[in-house]
């Protein structure tokens, strides 16, 4: 929401002053809508060799530590991995800017350019990747 204002018209009252007349505030509504995708690999529940938790010395076969199994996460976890997806729409019901003819704020088109600009409802999509 922006403040309303006043703005002085070309036009003077009979008086001799500029006449000046009050802009009334408009509500604009935004929306934005973010998910980050973070995948990790599966833990496996088998005990770590040389670690134990009742502090016992392991021995044996059980010391060696195993052959490690590569893990490979599908194409598109890969790509999507550690990223951000955001998608969101400015001036959500397309409502116009307050009308502003006078010399201060106003413009050709009829707003005060300074706070609003034409571009009406907008909708974007923003992918941030953390490499």
């Known amino acids: ?10 036009a003077k009252q009979f ?3 500029w006449k000046q007349h009050w802009v009334h505030p408009t509500w604009f509504t935004d929306a934005q809508l973010s998910y980050s995708l973070i995948f990790t690999p ?9 670690y134990s938790k009742g502090g016992k010395e392991v021995v044996g076969k059980e010391k060696e530590a195993p052959p490690t199994v590569a893990y490979s996460m599908p194409c598109w976890k890969t790509i999507l991995n550690n990223s951000t ?3 969101g729409v400015n ?3 397309g409502e116009d800017p307050p009308k502003s003819f006078g ?5 050709s088109v009829g707003y005060p350019g300074s706070l609003y600009d034409d571009l009406g409802r907008f909708w974007y999509v923003r992918l941030i990747k953390k490499f």
């Open 1 to 10: 929401m922006v403040d309303g204002f006043r703005e002085q018209l070309y």
């Open 85 to 87: 997806i955001t998608v």
């Open 15 to 17: 008086d001799g002053f």
């Open 103 to 107: 010399f201060e704020f106003g413009n």
């Open 91 to 93: 001036n959500v019901f």
């Open 42 to 50: 599966p833990v496996e529940a088998a005990p770590v060799p040389g």
